[in-house]
C-alpha cells in the first residue's frame, strides 16, 4: 500500500523558512515523480514543485522559484521541500504526491494534476 505522510508544517513570521517532509512507503522510491501542491483557503489548488526521484530532475513554479527547494534523499524514501523567504501568500496546506511513471515533461510542466496518491496534507502558516 502506498502511503505519503507530510511533517513540517507549522506558523512563522513572513520572511522565515520551513523545511517539509514526505515520507514515502509501499512502492519503489526511486523510480517516481513525487510533487507538492498547496491549497489556500478559497482557492484551487496548486502544483508547486516535482521531481522525478529517478534522475533527480525538477519543477518549479514561478510563483515560489528561487524560495523554494525540492530534493529527494532515496536511501530514507524522503522528499523534501524547504521553503525560504516565506510570505503570507504562502500560506495553505501542503500535499504531498507520487505518480508512476515519471513523466519526462517533469521539468518543463510538473507533475500531472492528476497523481494517483496523496498524503493528507501539512498547514503552513506565514504570519504577517
Known amino acids: 500500500e502506498v502511503q505519503l505522510v507530510e511533517s513540517g508544517g507549522g506558523l512563522v513570521q513572513a520572511g522565515g523558512s520551513l523545511r517539509l517532509s514526505c515520507a514515502a512507503s509501499?512502492?519503489?522510491?526511486?523510480?517516481?515523480?513525487i510533487g507538492w501542491f498547496r491549497q489556500a483557503p478559497g482557492k484551487e489548488r496548486e502544483g508547486v514543485t516535482c521531481?522525478?526521484?529517478?534522475?533527480?530532475?525538477?519543477y518549479i513554479a514561478d510563483s515560489v522559484k528561487g524560495r523554494f527547494t525540492i530534493s529527494s534523499d532515496n536511501a530514507k524514501n524522503t522528499v523534501y521541500l524547504q521553503m525560504n523567504s516565506l510570505k503570507p501568500e504562502d500560506t495553505a496546506v501542503y500535499y504531498c504526491a507520487a505518480f508512476w511513471p515519471p513523466l519526462t515533461t517533469i521539468p518543463t510542466i510538473g507533475c500531472p494534476v492528476n497523481m494517483q496518491n496523496w498524503g493528507k496534507g501539512t498547514l503552513v502558516t506565514v504570519s504577517s
Open positions: 509501499g512502492f519503489r522510491f526511486d523510480d517516481y515523480a
Open positions: 521531481i522525478n526521484t529517478g534522475d533527480r530532475s525538477t
